[in-house]
Each structure stands twice: as structure tokens, then as C-alpha cells.
């Protein structure tokens, strides 16, 4: 096993190119389900909102009715 | 009459394939094999790369790098080659979903050209006893990295986000001469880079013990790429429909 670690010797050239290249796709994988995420709520509540306002009424009230469901 | 005809059939073709309610059936049925695949490849290639296969006989255990370094240069190579087809294809058939695909990607094309570059350089350090040297092929995958972060930037720098992609769009064109340079660069100047090694025409010059992780982690990129264009290119259809329905409201 540390036979396995010390990489002949190399270890910190090895084992620091596999954690950066993790590092790397792990933190683009999360922020593109963060975006994701963030980007579905806001959705909803937009979507929400309009639906919420009969057609025709105006918004100068400034902030749009949010339905129970989605807060 | 023939020629108009023709690409009359092909711009309907285009857009029914671009329909974004289509492509979201096509990414949820995509999905869940894509991400499985980028498991599975993703461990079946660090076994390989890490633990089955031999050290080099010259370059000892530091050979080991190559599985992700060369992999994660081809990406770096492919997402930008998808990003000018794309850019392409928005320009010639106004394909709506070509430049959110192309926006969607530019950061995974990012993220693969660093790592590509990170990699070498810890490569590089005990092999060549330098990180770094301004050589054609390490200057021009460089240039690729600043063509993308130039890309994502040139985008968000629009208030108008049609037009912050045209422009990206045009970038993405022009700096596709970038990528035959790289591509040639070790074979048109002396570079302390070692020219490729895996599709030497005659005979491989790779061995099998090292070809296949190699081609395992290769794929296994692949498969993350698919899953994460997916991913961000829903992303960018739900920010689109945010926009419009943003407009819609300041409007009303």
C-alpha cells in the first residue's frame, strides 16, 4: 500500500495531478447543479407569479403574489 | 430552384431538432446513462491508470499523469471544435439552442484545458526538469485557455444577452485557426513537447497495458462532458425563459 502511495518516488507529481484534475470536474459538476437548481426555483416562482395575476391586471403594486405552494 | 430548396428542408429540420421541449425529452432520456457511464469509466480508468498498469520503464511512475493529461487535451480540443460548429450553425441556420449549447460548454471546455495544462506542468517538472517552457505546443494550448475565459467574458459583457453570444460566437470563429496549430505544433517547430504517440501511423507505439486506460479515461471524459452538456445546457434554455418572462413583466 505505501508502495502504491510513494509512486516510485513521484508521488507528489502523481498524486497532485489526479486531486487537481478532481478538484476540478468535481467543482464543475456542482456549480452546474447549483445553477441548475437555482435557475428551476426561479423559474417556478416567476411562472407562479404569473399565473397568480389575472391577464390584464396591472403589477404597480410591485411585488407579485406568490402562491403558498412555492414558498 | 434546387439549392434553396434544399436548405429550406434543412433550416426546418434544424429547428424541429432545435425544439427545446425536444431536447429536453432527448436530455432526460440521456441522462442517467451518461452520468452511469462517467461513474463506471471513471473507475474502471483509475483502476487501469493507477493500479493495473506497469510504470514506465524510462519515465517510471510520472507515465501515470498521461491518463489524464492527454485525455483532458483532447477534450480541450473537442469542446472548442463543438463550440465553432455550434457558433457555426447559429450563424448559418439560426439555431436557437446552438449558442446556449456553446455558452453552456465553454466552462467544462475551460475546466478540461487546465487541468490539461496543470497536469503537464506537474509533468513536466520531473521529466523535463521544468514546469513550464514557451514552447509551440504549451504556447498554443495556453492561447486555447485565454480564447475560452475571452469567450465566457466577451458573452456576460453584453446587456443584451442575444447579442453578448453573437459576439462570442464571432471569437469562437476566428480563434478556430488556434486549433490546427496546436495540433501540428509538434511536428512544424522543434518543441520540447514529444510529438503524439498514439495514432503514429504503422504501429502503435503505445503499449496496450498503457493504451487501454488511456482510452478508458478518454472515454470516461467523454461521458462527463455529455452529462454535463446536458446539464448546462438545460441550465441556459430555464435562464432564457427567465429572461423572457423578466421582459415580459417590465413590460406590463
Redesign the interface.
Known sequence: MSD?LA????AV??W???A??AL??V???A???G??KR??A??RL??A??EARPRGE??GSGS?PVPESSR | MALPDRMAYLTVAMHRFANPARFQRIATAILPWSAGLTVLLLAAGLYLG??ASP?DYQQ???V??MY??VP?AWMALFIYANMALASAVGFVWRHPLADLFCRAVA??GA??T??CL??GS??G??MWGTWWVWDARLTSVLILFFLYLGYIALVNAFDDPVRGLKAGAILVLVGVVNLPIIKFSVDWWNTLHQPASVSRLGRPALDPAMLTPLMVMAAAFMA?FVT?AL??T??EL??R??QV??MA?GA?
Open positions: 502504491f509512486m516510485g518516488g513521484y507529481y502523481v497532485s495531478a489526479y487537481i484534475a476540478v470536474l467543482v464543475l459538476l456549480m452546474s447543479l445553477a441548475l435557475r428551476e426561479a423559474l416567476l411562472e407569479a404569473r396591472p403589477t407579485a | 493507477l493500479v510504470a517510471g511512475d510520472t501515470r499523469i489524464i493529461h483532458s466552462p467544462v475546466g478540461f487546465a487541468v496543470i497536469t506537474l509533468w517538472e520531473p462527463y454535463l446539464l448546462r438545460r441550465a430555464l435562464n425563459r427567465i418572462l423578466q413583466r406590463s
